[in-house]
């Protein structure tokens, strides 16, 4: 089992930056594809961004595609998610997840692959 916390959130202007991190428990990290997915007020939780059990493969949602930057540190247990370029319709609360899988390129998109969950950080993008 694996425990997810997430911090870095905050109130931004529109153009600016933030970088959210997500602290996993225990010494098995590698062996989780790792998540980050979003729920704004009134939506369903929606996938960002996915990042495989070696860091090697990465894959965006279209909307922060080339704005948003999912990285780990598996010897840290943390995976990161770095946003540029930040814009009002990103507000909302970003979670980490975790999958335990098997398959060392694995980059799952679908909330129901994941097994775990942090309680989320929210981030409010200014106009």
């Known amino acids: 089992q694996v425990q997810l916390v997430e911090s870095g959130g905050g109130l931004v202007q529109a153009g600016g930056s933030l970088r959210l991190s997500c602290a996993a428990s225990?010494?098995?990290?590698?062996?989780?594809?790792m998540g980050w997915f979003r729920e704004a007020p009134g939506k369903e939780r929606e996938f960002v961004a996915t990042i495989s059990r070696n860091g090697g493969r990465t894959y965006y949602a279209d909307s922060v595609k080339g704005r948003f930057t999912i990285s780990r540190d598996n010897a840290k247990n943390t995976v990161y998610l770095q946003m540029n370029t930040l814009k009002p319709e990103d507000t909302a609360v970003y979670y980490c997840?975790?999958?335990?899988?098997?398959?060392?390129?694995?980059?799952?998109?679908?909330?129901?692959?994941?097994?775990?969950w942090g309680q989320g950080t929210q981030v409010t993008v200014s106009s």
């Open positions: 225990g010494r098995t990290f590698s062996r989780y594809a």
């Open positions: 997840a975790a999958d335990q899988t098997y398959y060392s390129d694995s980059t799952p998109m679908l909330r129901y692959d994941y097994d775990y």
